[in-house]
């Protein structure tokens, strides 16, 4: 089972940039993909983006379009996600998950997720 640890959350102001971390702890293999999502309070969990393991193919959500970039280290076993004109609407527990089937754009479909990291943007 695949334990994935992010990282890189905190406060910053609207316009500002964060890089957030997701560590895996053991191989993620060619099939899989990475894929980030967020959960504001009281809102439902959203996907944000994710990255294929095998060509690092990524996909991105039309509100983050432009603004965030999701880049791996295979050798590390990480997955960056970079987050540049954050908005205040952007603040959200940020997850990374694991999809075995390589798709990660839906919840519903990752079967291992890190504990979250807390993002707030203030305006």
């Known amino acids: 089972q695949v334990q994935l640890v992010e990282t890189g959350g905190g406060l910053v102001q609207a316009g500002g940039s964060l890089r957030l971390s997701c560590a895996a702890s053991e191989r993620i293999f060619s099939t ?3 894929g980030w999502f967020r959960q504001a309070p009281g809102k439902e969990r959203e ?4 990255i294929t393991w095998n060509v690092g193919s990524t996909y991105y959500a039309d509100s983050v379009k432009g603004r965030f970039t999701i880049s791996r280290d295979n050798a590390k076993n990480m997955v960056y996600l970079q987050m540049n004109s954050l908005k205040p609407e952007d ?6 998950a694991v ?7 839906s919840p519903e479909s990752c079967d291992y997720w890190g504990q979250g990291t807390q993002v707030t943007v203030s305006s």
């Open 32 to 34: 899989y993909a990475v």
């Open 47 to 50: 996907f944000v983006g994710r």
């Open 91 to 96: 603040t959200a527990v940020y997850f990374c």
């Open 99 to 105: 999809d075995r089937l390589g798709s990660a754009i």
